[in-house]
């Protein structure tokens, strides 16, 4: 009997913790578990023939938002090749509303809720040594009859397997990794309110297991905990334990900023420069807002941790927005917009409201006048507080900061940028315009296009004797983020065949370089001392050299 595990990621570079739960948690029966893994970037054709040539007697997909209306699809071609396969589902996005969705999609098996005991079970079954009826948590069809025992109760968490084999090949992957479940808040927007009490894993056992990333050198372990700091002795302990090892794993946790402790503040402060990075759930600074969707918060406790724990600029944080909260107009959430901004994250997250199933928030979807889709993610369409319009020009002002502001590529020129606005909301916004005035949301732009479309479009919009600035700024961020020994044409700056033989002199001089031909001088033309953020400057008789290496060497002359 063969069983096969499938993982449709929304990332090629992500990895699927819940289906190695289930492989960990029953290997020790005798049948054939196998897992697979894809993306939803994948071909649905080639998905398919790679579940199909497996010859499995059960396929389980484990379902989420992301991934639903493909695996529907799929569903769908797996029971027209063969009619015989039997699929078992399974995951938060079944879990609600799991008999009207096994009643009208092909399969024959759905579990609810936490799926390692059941899971197991249902391996037994199939092996003949239970009978469906002795099952808790699992939804099955009889004659295109859907029956349920009995709710499941939840696990002790130090039952689980670890589930991640010795030789597994992930050190190319984001890794998930969880130490706890539940959260003790009651977020309307979140499937963790429904749930009733945080569960941990033993300290020692997490630890052991963390050693297992650090030793295999993973670049990212990303903790799925929904509030990896609820429970301060946990936290401070593994907080300690993490900062004392020599490692250059990366830690993700996703926190609750306004619950942080002192103590906590100042052990993160503490920690080696790129150690940890945090994710931390603004969602709003409108506290009606914030009252309207059952948080118990306020920006302002929220900005003092934020800005203590970024004193030392060693701890990466990337704070979230939602757009559509109810209550929230386009108004105050440009207000939202820019508190955040105000506090110079390493990413701002901007996402829109999801109507999950089994939330709080979609049984007041019509007290908030607000409209989503009935296809996953289920997200919002419009409200009595915003319209479709507004929210598809936040769409677009999300992508402008994610490429402009998230990705680092452009942090000194935009200090400058910055200075001609009277808001950061009024800057995307404006950018955003030009690109849908140029139509560039509607094809696909290079990074060089990125670049062009800035320059392009800044270019005219900041005073006159800043010009020269905002080109070298440019130029400076270019170069640190593209190692080219070349650059693009709307940023070359010419200098003379003498000021080229000195430098090409100094050069071989210096470096002990024989063939210069391979070599290109540029100028920097000005100083931008007050711009950089390493205390590091350029002045007028600074050159930039290309090397046949595509390395970049500034050269003070």
């Known amino acids: 009997m063969k069983i096969l595990l499938v993982g449709i990621n929304s990332k090629f570079i992500h990895s699927n913790l819940a289906i190695r739960y289930l492989k960990a948690y029953s290997q020790d029966l005798n049948y054939d578990c196998m897992i697979k893994e894809f993306s939803i970037n994948d071909r649905i054709e080639n998905v398919l023939e790679g579940i199909i040539e497996e010859k499995a007697d059960v396929v389980a997909f484990s379902c989420y938002i992301w991934n639903m209306e493909f695996i529907n699809k799929l569903a769908v071609l797996m029971k027209l090749v063969n009619p015989k396969l039997e699929i078992l589902y399974g995951g938060p996005e079944v879990s609600y509303g799991a008999k009207e969705y096994l009643e009208s999609h092909p399969g024959e098996y759905l579990i609810e809720g936490e799926g390692e005991v059941t899971f197991r079970e249902f391996v037994e079954y199939k092996l003949g040594y239970k009978t469906l009826n002795e099952i808790d948590g699992i939804y099955y069809k009889i004659d295109n009859e859907i029956l349920f025992n009995r709710r499941r109760k939840d696990m002790d968490m130090n039952d689980l397997i670890f589930p991640y084999e010795e030789n597994e090949d992930i050190e190319n992957k984001i890794v998930y990794y969880e130490a706890s479940r539940g959260c003790p808040f009651k977020c309307s927007y979140c499937l963790s309110s ?304 003498e000021e080229e033989r000195s430098i090409r002199e100094i050069v071989k001089e210096r470096f002990n370089i024989s063939n210069l031909k391979k070599y290109h001088i540029e100028k920097f033309r000005i100083n931008i001392l007050k711009y950089l953020d390493k205390g590091e400057y350029l002045l007028e008789n600074t050159y930039i050299i290309y090397d046949e290496n595509n390395m970049v060497t500034l050269l003070e002359v």
């Open 194 to 497: 429904v749930m009733h009490g945080v569960r941990f894993l033993d300290i020692n056992r997490v630890k052991k297991e963390l050693t297992y990333f650090m030793k295999k050198e993973i670049p990212l372990v990303k903790f799925v905990d929904r509030t990896f700091n609820c429970n301060k002795k946990f936290t401070k302990e593994l907080l300690e334990f993490l900062i004392e090892q020599d490692t250059k794993t990366r830690f993700h946790f996703e926190i609750a900023a306004d619950i942080l402790t002192d103590e906590e503040i100042e052990l993160l402060n503490k920690a080696p420069k790129g150690r940890f990075q945090l994710e931390i759930g603004v969602q709003t600074s409108n506290i009606e807002v914030l009252h309207n969707i059952n948080r118990v918060i306020t920006f302002e406790n929220l900005q003092d941790k934020v800005l203590r724990i970024a004193k030392n600029g060693n701890v990466m944080q990337h704070l979230d927005l939602i757009a559509g909260l109810p209550g929230e107009n386009m108004e105050s959430f440009k207000r939202s917009f820019n508190d955040v901004h105000s506090l110079n994250p390493d990413e701002i997250q901007l996402g829109f409201l999801k109507l999950l199933k089994g939330s709080s928030m979609r049984l007041d979807a019509e007290k908030w006048g607000i409209v989503y889709s009935p296809y996953a993610p289920y997200e919002i369409i419009r409200s009595s507080d915003i319209s479709y319009d507004e929210l598809l020009t936040l769409k677009k002002v999300e992508h402008i900061t994610d490429k402009y502001y998230n990705s680092g590529r452009f942090k000194n020129s935009i200090k400058l940028i910055l200075e001609q606005y009277t808001s950061p909301f009024d800057l995307y916004y404006d950018l955003a315009n030009y690109f849908i005035e140029k139509g560039y949301f509607k094809r696909s732009l290079s990074n060089l296009d990125y670049y062009n479309a800035y320059y392009s479009f800044f270019k005219n919009k900041i005073n006159s004797e800043d010009v020269i600035l905002f080109e070298e700024l440019l130029k400076y961020d270019y170069l640190n983020y593209n190692n080219k020994k070349w650059i693009p044409e709307f940023l070359f700056r010419d200098i003379t065949k």
